[in-house]
């Protein structure tokens, strides 16, 4: 085989990494579209207030490895629909705190019980233990 074309990009693991994702959050994706008009980092900065409760944009940003202006615009969002509210941190004044609101938490319980029905669709045809190496690996590979 010529060494020019000895390159196989199906299986160059960033290529793959990246068609894996695609395709698996695709599902998921019409349905926070479809439901609540959301974006992908919009429905990442909801979860992770669901999660973790109040918290700063920064602090998301940080968690969901997320540039800071992506971030700013998702909170923006999501303030304009009522889903979560702002509050100063009296002792900085340039932060603040984002909480979700009644709205956003009957968002955020709805979607993580799809998510975690689409988790477990994903995985049906995997045994257990490959699941927990698929899960184990991919979160070393994310760092």
């Given at each position: 085989m010529d060494k020019k074309h000895d390159f196989d990009l199906q299986l160059f693991l960033p290529y793959l990494l990246n068609q894996a994702a695609e395709e698996s959050s695709l599902a998921f994706q019409r349905v926070y579209k479809s439901r609540y008009g959301m974006l992908r980092t919009e429905w990442r900065v909801l979860f992770h207030l669901g999660i973790y409760g109040r918290m700063t944009a920064t602090e998301i940003g940080q968690r969901a490895r997320t540039h800071k202006t992506?971030?700013?615009?998702a909170v923006q969002k999501l303030a304009e629909r009522r889903f979560l509210q702002r509050s100063r941190d009296e002792s900085d004044r340039?932060?603040?705190?984002?909480?979700?609101?009644?709205?956003?938490?009957?968002?955020?319980?709805?979607?993580?019980?799809?998510a975690q029905e689409y988790d477990a669709a994903l995985v049906r045809d995997l045994s257990e233990e490959e699941?927990?190496?698929l899960r184990r690996l991919l979160q070393r590979l994310a760092g």
């Open positions: 992506k971030i700013s615009r340039r932060s603040e705190h984002l909480e979700l609101t009644a709205a956003g938490l009957a968002a955020y319980r709805d979607l993580r019980a799809v699941v927990a190496t």
